[in-house]
């Protein structure tokens, strides 16, 4: 040690070895429990990389690989940013990819239709490589949320009892290394634009929102209300307008990214298998694209397949008349923040809970867009403790019932990198079939209850922010 100015002074190298300047000054005196808690995670983590894994994992591999090979894009409902994200992750660690599995994925004569094709590769050598190397960035998205949430919550107990919660979810384990889904990518962005926006940083805030439409589309219904925060805090005809070119800005530049990305990159003609039906068939026939069976331009699709999977009403007119009860649940639900006084970080926090909230009460939604809203979920249990907690795990119990719905695909085929009989396994609800059980109006039931639970809970939050606590004294 040298002795600079009267005080003591460590190696140059020490303070780039300092873990805890990464975290706030409100936890730091907590950073001995913070950092057995994270080391913790990035154990029990590693052990999940390479062992489990579904077939929409191998299906972003098999994109990534083609793309980082043959510089050729797969068309799909997911945004192409994802991919190149991975091919580049594929490139830098091409001597250890697996060479059966590349040389499958690259073949000119590679097994079609596409949905079964990535289903064959879970159990080819080599497949705990290859999901190690796809989970890699999906580890470094989700460390590093973990440890923002500790900067979005300023309380010091609430902050390490989020960062816990987060840590050991397990929706965030079952979605991101189970699965294998790469969601965790754009949570990570939404959770830094309320950040920024807390500290009342908008440009990064935007910045933030675009980075998370950019790979997924997801985070688009956020906007309108950000929109109307920022138009509220401002004066004038032109300084509102400058604004809300800004916020327009921050919204189509991803879209625009996404769309030149799937036109201008060469794409790769998979040939598909016209004999097969359903949501079988994928690919070209002639000049046609056929997305899970259905022609047409894959982007859109994926916007369309939300729409169609929202609870809807209808009529008995002959006239077809047909009320889609999210997007109704979702214009209340602005006008209601439109009409809002005093709105803050906070209510726009609580605003955005409740949106998600009413997606999955009134959405048939796949397992990994259940964790747009963990965040969110679990910032409001770490502050307000045992009144939401048992809500919360009521909802992620029904949450597992609800995707026996999906019955192998959720449950038995991950197996499969561990397990490669799993891959011929039935699914529990096929279990429960094979009994004698009503496995589907079991399936029924939990989702009533878990939607139940969910408008439950978004009532609680609409009365505390939009009703009034009692009546006044006269």
Excluded at 145 to 170: C, Y
Aim: hydrophobic fraction near 55%; charged fraction near 15%; glycine fraction near 6%.
């Amino acid at each position: 040690m040298n002795e600079v100015g009267g005080k003591e002074s460590g190696p140059w190298w020490a303070r780039y070895t300092d873990w805890t300047r990464f975290l706030p000054e409100t936890v730091k005196d907590q950073s001995r429990r913070i950092g057995k808690l994270l080391l913790l995670g990035f154990a029990l983590r590693v052990v999940l990389l390479p062992i489990f894994g579904s077939t929409d994992a191998t299906t972003t591999a098999w994109i990534g690989t083609v793309l980082m090979a043959k510089g050729q894009l797969i068309l799909s409902n997911d945004p192409p940013p994802i991919f190149y994200l991975h091919a580049l992750i594929f490139e830098v660690f091409r001597p250890i990819y697996p060479a059966a599995i590349f040389n499958r994925f690259v073949s000119p004569v590679a097994f079609t239709p596409g949905v079964l094709f990535p289903r064959s590769i879970l159990s080819e050598p080599g497949i705990g490589i290859l999901l190690t190397l796809v989970k890699l960035p999906y580890l470094a998205f989700d460390l590093a949320s973990a440890v923002l949430l500790l900067w979005l919550v300023r309380e010091p107990k609430p902050a390490v009892r989020a960062l816990k919660m987060w840590l050991f979810n397990p929706i965030v384990l079952y979605v991101t290394y189970f699965f294998g889904q790469f969601d965790i990518v754009a949570v990570f962005f939404v959770i830094l634009a309320f950040y920024f926006n807390q500290h009342g940083r908008r440009h990064g805030a935007l910045l933030s929102l675009s980075a998370a439409i950019l790979f997924k589309d997801f985070a688009i219904v956020l906007v309108p209300f950000f929109l109307v925060l920022y138009l509220e805090q401002k004066r004038g005809l032109f300084v509102r307008s400058k604004e809300f070119l800004k916020v327009a800005l921050a919204t189509t530049v991803p879209l625009a990214a996404q769309f030149l990305l799937a036109v201008l990159q060469t794409p790769f003609y998979e040939s598909a298998n016209y004999a097969l039906t359903g949501d079988l068939m994928n690919g070209f026939f002639g000049h046609t694209l056929y997305n899970r069976g259905v022609p047409g331009v894959p982007l859109i699709q994926g916007f369309l397949t939300f729409i169609g999977y929202s609870v809807k009403l209808t009529s008995f007119s002959p006239i077809p008349d047909v009320i889609y009860l999210f997007p109704l649940a979702y214009l209340m639900l602005f006008v209601a923040w439109i009409l809002l006084r005093r709105k803050d970080a906070g209510k726009l926090w609580n605003a955005t809970t409740i949106l998600f909230l009413l997606i999955y009460a009134f959405n048939l939604f796949h397992p990994q867009w259940f964790l747009w809203a963990q965040p969110f979920f679990i910032v409001l249990v770490a502050r307000q403790g045992k009144p939401v907690s048992a809500l919360y795990s009521g909802i992620v119990a029904f949450f597992f019932a609800y995707i026996l719905y999906f019955d192998a695909i959720a449950y038995t085929f991950p197996l499969t990198p561990l397990i490669p009989a799993a891959e011929f396994w039935p699914g529990p609800a096929s279990v429960m079939r094979s009994v004698g059980l009503p496995s589907d109006l079991i399936v029924n039931l939990a989702r009533t209850a878990f939607s139940g639970l969910c408008l439950a809970w978004a009532l609680r939050l609409f009365r505390a922010e939009w009703l009034p606590s009692g009546i006044p004294d006269q």
